[in-house]
């Protein structure tokens, strides 16, 4: 990787860390907040492209684990992946994956509607896929319950969806990270920053 590339994978990394000072809003029904860094997942899937959002959330997530308080409330260290939030927290690094792997596929044609449905199926679907699960097992909840209670989120998580999708449609014109692909070529490359 290029200098350029670990400066943007450490950047949406201490992001997804800043999204967390944000106070988590908590639920009288779910032992689930609502949080705002599903908000950086989306952005390093829609403007990093699939490898640099993994990398960057890979990142976040080998510091979590070493202890730092960077998830919402404070939370850090081994524990958060047993607790009832661990799955979605788990389901970062795969949905800014899935995210970033369609902005790319779609990357030519890329619109705001199109970005908004990206990030809903890969920052909201695949987050609730790992996490709806893991939070009926850790809370030891029916996945019916778990699923009904998760229902909260959507509202917020669709918001967040928007923002991102706007903001990814925004940096293709003005600074891409991500480019096209070349003919014959399946993944896009990074692209370079856009001068002047």
């Not at 990787?1 to 400066?7: A, G, Q, S, Y």
């Not at 976040?60 to 081994?78: E, I, M, R, S, T």
């Not at 890329?110 to 097992?137: D, E, K, R």
Request: proline share 8%; charged share 10%; net charge positive.
């Amino acid at each position: 990787m290029k200098t350029r590339d670990l400066v943007h994978v450490a950047l949406f990394a201490a992001i997804v860390a800043v999204l967390g000072l944000l106070p988590p809003l908590a639920l009288p029904f779910i032992p689930v907040p609502i949080t705002a860094q599903t908000l950086g997942v989306m952005l390093a899937g829609s403007t990093l492209g699939a490898r640099k959002a993994g990398l960057s959330l890979l990142l976040f997530h080998l510091l979590v684990a070493a202890g730092l308080p960077l998830l919402a409330g404070g939370n850090g260290g081994l524990g958060v992946y047993a607790g009832p939030t661990g799955g979605f927290f788990v389901g970062f690094l795969p949905g800014a994956f899935v995210v970033g792997w369609l902005t790319e596929r779609a990357w030519t044609r890329l619109s705001v509607p199109l970005a908004f449905a990206i990030n809903v199926l890969g920052g909201i679907g695949v987050l609730y896929a790992v996490g709806i699960p893991w939070l009926a097992v850790s809370a030891k909840l029916p996945l019916a319950k778990a699923a009904l209670g998760s229902l909260a989120f959507v509202p917020g998580d669709c918001v967040k969806a928007a923002i991102a999708a706007s903001a990814a449609v925004t940096l293709k014109r003005a600074w891409p990270l991500i480019q096209a692909p070349r003919a014959g070529v399946d993944a896009p490359r990074t692209a370079e920053p856009r001068q002047g």
